[in-house]
């Protein structure tokens, strides 16, 4: 995406994400955010005390509430390819921003608008966050114990898989579509649709007849004996999901089964004793001694590992995984290009750092820059800006 220029509203959760995951694949963000005080800036003088999510970006400030604000982003929108805002509807027509006269100003530009219940509908207006809207989609109702009440899977289905991800997807596509002659448009991201389409399988298997609607009872949810994880002898966990025959029956003769009276692995009725036997044979040794007797097997049986322990994991290491920025490990940059490989973003900058620098290059020169100046941008000088 080398070349393609977003600029982005600070936001949190699944807008910065999707505009990380833009970065990381080449894209020049250059990141609107509020003007704080030094107080509230913290040790990295970002606002914020890790912000991953923000890496690969360059940053101005600016208060959008200001009387000039409107006019400084609807100059720097005529150099832009994408925007990106993550706030309530009727936020950013309130501020005079709004997609008509974004449009009106830049008829090429990717509007994209990342909300929790999308721009119209009952709920658009109502407050909400991860869990409420991955509830209303029909996900979270499968998540859970079999008889216990249903439990967040982190915020990873709502915010950032049905959130920023379809969120950056939604960029790319209507990108395309500029460059083969279409006009800009609006890109309306909605958390609750981004899950229900995360779920598309289940919806698939519910038409079928193969879904049943008690949370523990089905293959994928952790009904099934061999599509769970157990407990080992020093308090860690093995991770199973031998789902096909020939490598259930791996699994079984690793765990020492083989020869045991032990229930089919599609009788459900058998599935409390199946599973009793695998605790039992879990327990019996310690994480590291399983992994060593299923490795390099089918069986599909993996450590669960934490996230201190997954970036010294062999597979990660050889591949690269994980990376460090400035001190912090985190997840390098993905999908992988063989042709184009990403480049190792930078950290989250500060508050307006390498502003002045993206202006530039976003071309605008000194007096263009001194007007922005004069509309209430701010930006921090550097001599060594971030890869556009």
Not at 100 to 103: G, I, Q
Not at 196 to 205: D, E, F, K
């Given at each position: 995406?080398?070349g ?13 994400f ?6 990381d694949?080449?894209?020049d963000?250059l ?24 890496r690969?970006?360059r940053?101005?400030?600016l ?17 832009a390819?994408v ?16 997609p008509?006269?974004?449009?009106e100003?830049n008829p090429?530009?990717v509007?994209a608008r ?18 409420n809207?991955?509830?209303l989609s ?10 216990g ?6 915020n990873?289905?709502?915010?950032y898989?049905?959130?920023g991800?379809?969120l950056a997807?939604g ?9 083969r002659?279409g006009?800009?448009?609006v890109?309306?991201a909605?958390?609750i649709e981004g899950a ?10 519910v ?12 293959i994928l949810?952790?009904?099934?004996p061999?599509?769970?994880s157990?407990?080992?002898l020093d308090?860690?966990y ?5 789902v ?14 083989a ?12 599935w ?14 310690t ?5 060593a ?9 993996t450590p ?8 010294h994991?062999p ?23 063989l042709?184009t ?10 508050r ?5 620098a ?8 000194p ?10 941008v ?11």
């Open positions: 995406m080398s393609i220029r977003v600029l982005e509203f600070e936001a949190i959760g699944p807008a910065p999707g505009a990380m995951l833009l970065a694949m080449g894209a963000v990141r609107i955010d509020r003007p704080l005080p030094p107080q509230d800036l913290g040790p990295r003088r970002t606002g914020k005390p890790v912000d991953i999510t923000g690969g970006r940053s101005i400030t208060d959008l509430k200001s009387s000039s604000a409107a006019s400084a982003v609807l100059e720097l929108i005529e150099k390819d925007l990106i805002e993550g706030f309530r509807p009727g936020t950013m027509e309130r501020l005079g921003l709004g008509d006269l974004v449009l100003r090429r530009v509007y990342m909300t929790g219940w999308g721009q119209t509908g009952p709920l658009a207006g109502d407050a909400g966050h991860d869990l809207y991955i509830a029909g996900v979270l109702s499968a998540i859970g114990p079999a008889g009440r249903p439990l967040p899977p982190l990873l289905v709502g915010d898989g049905g959130g991800m379809l997807l960029v790319v596509a209507a990108l395309l579509n500029v460059q002659g006009a800009g448009q890109v309306d909605a958390m229900a389409q995360l779920g598309s399988i289940m919806w698939g298997l038409a079928g007849g193969g879904w049943q609607e008690q949370r523990g009872s089905n949810d952790g009904g099934a061999w599509y769970d157990y407990r080992t308090g860690h093995m991770a199973v999901g031998a096909e025959q020939r490598f259930y029956a791996e699994l079984v003769k690793r765990l020492g089964l020869g045991a009276d032990l229930p089919k692995q599609y009788d459900r009725s058998g409390p004793a199946l599973r009793n036997a695998f605790a039992r044979a879990f327990l019996g040794k994480r590291d001694e399983w992994c007797i299923f490795e390099g097997s089918d069986a599909c049986v669960v590992l934490a996230f201190s322990e997954a970036p994991h597979q990660n290491r050889a591949r690269g995984n994980f990376i460090e920025i400035d001190g912090v490990i985190q997840p390098a940059p993905a999908p992988r290009f042709g490989p990403s480049q190792a973003p930078k950290s989250a900058p500060r307006g750092e390498c502003g002045d993206a202006l530039r290059q976003w071309g605008f020169n007096s263009g820059v001194s007007r922005l100046r004069e509309l209430g701010g930006f921090l000088g550097q001599a060594e800006p971030q890869p556009a």
